[in-house]
């Protein structure tokens, strides 16, 4: 199956500083990607769909000054947690879904994840 | 609105079977997606239905009914692995993916 990796795994940082998250699909090409955010014992919460070559589209809610999303090649989209603070820390997910492929199993893989924790 | 439920959480015993429902209400639908997600980890991918029936996948089946907007995924012979919360999610006529809260499903010796 398809792979899709996320680096980092985990991050702590101090308030105020800001992460980046890589998103890469390793065997194929995505040109769309999506980003989640999971808190504890919730489930996941579509933050923004990533578009190679264009702006994100960003769900209501998620600031998009604050969370940065570039999507500069098929293989690799990054968010970036601006300024970031304690209510920020979460798990946050990227999926990708292979173009145009048919719907018949899986529409999205998901990477691994990475834990934030802003101290 | 576009609004999946499941329960929260559910207890089982190790061996036997459960039974987890998902009821939505979606702007189109496109098909439902069955995920299994453990603690920290991202959801891997278990079962897709568009038609009407059961799909059987080992000890994994899911079902689906179009006109009553109900699912379930059907767990036998359970083991202590299958501990992890299970999230439905439908696709809806937009493509995009809808997601339920998930059942957190909870597996006792």
């Known amino acids: 199956g398809a792979v899709v990796s996320q680096h980092p795994s985990w991050v702590i940082c101090k308030s105020g500083t800001s992460v980046k998250i890589e998103c890469r699909s390793l065997d194929f090409q995505a040109t769309t990607m999506f980003w989640y955010r999971q808190f504890p014992k919730q489930s996941l919460m579509l933050m923004a769909t990533?578009?190679?070559?264009?702006?994100?589209?960003?769900e209501q809610g998620v600031e998009k000054d604050k969370f940065l999303i570039n999507h500069a090649s098929l293989t690799l989209s990054t968010l970036t947690v601006t300024s970031a603070h304690p209510e920020d820390s979460s798990f946050y997910i990227c999926?990708?879904?292979?173009?145009?492929?048919?719907?018949?199993?899986?529409?999205?893989?998901f990477g691994p994840g990475t834990r934030l924790l802003v101290l | 609105g576009q609004n999946i439920d499941q329960p929260t959480e559910m207890t089982a015993t190790e061996g036997a079977i459960v039974q987890i429902n998902c009821t939505y209400q979606?702007?189109?639908?496109?098909?439902l997606f069955w995920y299994q997600q453990h603690a920290g980890e991202a959801p891997t991918f278990l079962s897709y239905n568009v038609l009407d029936g059961l799909e059987e996948k080992g000890r994994f089946s899911s079902f689906l009914s179009r006109s009553k907007g109900y699912s379930y995924l059907l767990l036998k012979e359970l083991q202590m692995k299958d501990s992890a919360s299970y999230l439905c999610?439908?696709?809806?006529?937009?493509?995009?993916?809808?997601w339920g809260a998930g059942t957190k499903l909870i597996i006792k010796p």
């Open positions: 979606t702007s189109g639908f496109n098909g």
């Open positions: 999926s990708a879904r292979i173009p145009d492929r048919e719907v018949t199993t899986e529409t999205q893989y």
């Open positions: 990533s578009n190679e070559g264009s702006k994100a589209t960003y």
């Open positions: 999610a439908v696709l809806d006529s937009n493509y995009q993916l809808i």
